[in-house]
Each structure stands twice: as structure tokens, then as C-alpha cells.
């Protein structure tokens, strides 16, 4: 498995990590033979939230893999916070409460990540900057990091809280990417060229925030998978088919590829809760594509160069 450093926060983490959203549709002994998989195949980074499942994702996770000593420092632990029922806080009072609820679910010490789970209107940057302090000096928190953010979010969290962020979290695959299409089409007068994330790209590169993509398989806003959906995307499955059999690995693997190929250097979360699936996910640790076969699916995505 290919690694990669996670903005300047000095770990070095798998090119893929796992997404536990899902993990309390599973057995504890599916859970664990899950979590085994993902070892067994170079990935031991875990992407909880304590909304997930309502926290009980990270508690069916603790129940299949429980932690101490060696076992605890060979994974890297990375949860979320901030989304309520009906609102969101990034108050100082709801980060450290719910740190400390991540923390008794995972039956854990601390975590290695502690991302603000899609932004705050109402975020007030020195009250996070303190609970970020608080967490840090008590050894709880040892990173932080964003989901969902624009560049102007994340440089006002880090005037204040002169902690790096380390990692945004962004919605990303061949058949949801804003943020490469507002790239290519720059001083177009297209649909394509409105910039609707400030640069988000950009932004990261040029202050080593790593990019984590979630939702790989996706397209739109949760409206499903494009991997197999012939209906809406023949011509990408077509064209990720043929790769596939090329390289003697899965869609998936492809798909994921192809994120990866992009020189920002992002990594991918999977939410499968499949143990052969992520198996073959994992093989696109093995491919780099070229490219002419990272644009052939991205036009075949139904995108256009101008």
C-alpha cells in the first residue's frame, strides 16, 4: 500500500483509509474480519464521526477491535464533530463533549485526527482555537482537520488557532469533482467554470492540507453510484471496464485510481463494509494511471475540455 503524509501534521498514513459509517450494519465477528482485511492490506487508518450511527459506529469498531498498547499505536484514529440534530456547533463546549463521547466509544486515550464536521455559521475561531488548545495540551487530540470547508474557513480557523490543519474532507470522485472542473475551465463562460469552492484544490496544495475524498463511488449529492448505473454513466463504466480487465483489478480499484493519479496527492476514503471489496480497492495502491487514461474518464464521465 502506497503512503502519503497527511499535511504537516508529520504521519504518514495509508493512500486509502477506512470509512466506518456503516459499521453497525455488521456482526462484531463480520466487523472484525472487516478491520483484519483492511490490516492485512496495508490500510490502518479508520475515518469514525460521532454521528455515525448516532456514535454506535465507533462503538461496534471497539467492540471488533479493541485497543491497547502495541494494537492502539499501529492504527490511526480520525473522528468528527460538530453536526446536531437541526444545527451545527463548533461551540468549545460540544468539541470537547464530544471528543470525550468519541473517546469512551472507542475506549481509546486519544485519537490521531479531530476534524470540524461541515462548517459552522455561527463558529466562533477563538472558541475552537481553545477547545483545540485544551484537547491538545490534555493529549487527546493529537491532529486537526476539516470537513467540507473553503479556503477562507480554513485560514480564519488557523489565524486563531495557530494549529495547523492537516486534512479538509471533501466529497470527490471521476463523477463529482467542482473542483478539477472550475480548474479546466477558467475564463470560460460555462457552467463548468463557476468556482464554487474558492479554490479549494489549489488552496490545499499550496498549504499542504491533505485532501481526503469521501463518497469515491458517488455522484451528486448522494444521489447514488455510478459504478454499474449503465443508465447515466454507460461510457465511463465502458471505459473503467476495459481499464479494469487491463490492469487485472476491480471497477472500484479504478475508480479509485484515478483518484489518486492526481499529483495533490489525496486520500480516499472507502465506506465499504465489504472485506472482498476492499480488497480490491486496495489494488489501486498498484496502479498509476496515465494520462491519457485519467482524462479518458473524466470526459467519458460526461465532462468536456474546452
Known amino acids: 500500500m502506497k503512503t502519503i503524509a497527511l499535511g504537516k501534521s508529520g504521519v504518514t498514513a495509508p493512500q486509502i483509509g477506512l470509512g466506518c459509517m456503516r459499521m453497525t450494519k455488521l456482526e462484531t465477528a463480520s466487523a472484525e474480519r472487516l478491520i483484519r482485511t483492511a490490516l492485512e492490506n496495508g490500510v490502518n ?7 455515525y450511527g448516532g456514535g454506535e459506529c465507533e462503538t461496534a469498531f471497539a467492540k471488533a477491535y479493541p485497543m491497547n498498547g ?3 499505536e499501529g492504527v490511526i484514529l480520525q473522528t468528527k464533530c460538530g453536526i446536531r440534530e437541526g444545527c451545527f456547533d463548533f461551540s468549545k463546549e460540544h468539541i470537547l463533549e464530544s471528543v470525550d463521547g468519541s473517546l469512551s466509544r472507542l475506549r481509546t486515550d486519544y485519537v490521531d485526527f479531530l476534524l470540524l464536521h461541515r462548517p459552522d455559521a455561527l463558529m466562533e475561531p477563538e472558541e475552537v482555537a481553545e477547545a483545540f488548545r485544551i484537547l491538545k495540551e490534555s493529549g487527546k487530540v493529537r491532529h486537526f482537520g476539516v470537513s467540507n470547508q473553503t479556503p477562507g474557513q480554513m485560514a480564519l480557523l488557523e489565524k486563531y488557532c495557530g494549529e495547523p490543519i492537516a486534512v479538509n474532507q471533501l466529497q ?3 463523477a463529482h469533482c467542482p473542483m478539477i472542473d472550475a480548474g479546466l475551465n477558467a ?3 460555462l457552467p463548468e467554470s463557476v468556482d464554487r ?3 479549494v484544490l489549489d ?9 481526503q475524498a469521501w463518497s469515491p463511488f458517488q455522484y451528486g449529492m448522494f444521489q447514488g453510484v455510478y459504478l454499474g448505473n449503465r443508465e447515466k454513466f454507460a461510457a465511463l463504466n465502458d471505459a473503467i471496464d476495459r481499464l479494469a480487465a487491463q490492469y487485472g483489478v476491480t471497477p472500484e480499484a479504478i475508480a ?7 499529483p495533490a496527492k489525496i486520500q480516499t476514503i472507502a465506506g465499504t463494509m465489504n472485506p472482498e471489496r476492499l480488497a480490491g480497492i486496495c489494488r489501486s495502491s498498484d496502479i498509476t494511471l496515465t494520462r491519457a487514461e485519467w482524462y479518458e474518464l473524466y470526459l467519458a464521465s460526461g465532462k468536456r475540455l474546452p
Open 70 to 72: 502495541d494494537r492502539r
Open 256 to 262: 479509485v485510481a484515478w483518484i489518486s493519479r492526481h
Open 172 to 174: 470527490f470522485s471521476v
Open 45 to 51: 487508518f479508520f475515518d469514525h464521526a460521532d454521528i
Open 197 to 199: 469552492d474558492g479554490g
Open 187 to 189: 475564463n470560460m463562460y
Open 203 to 211: 488552496y490545499c496544495r499550496l498549504h499542504e492540507i491533505t485532501i
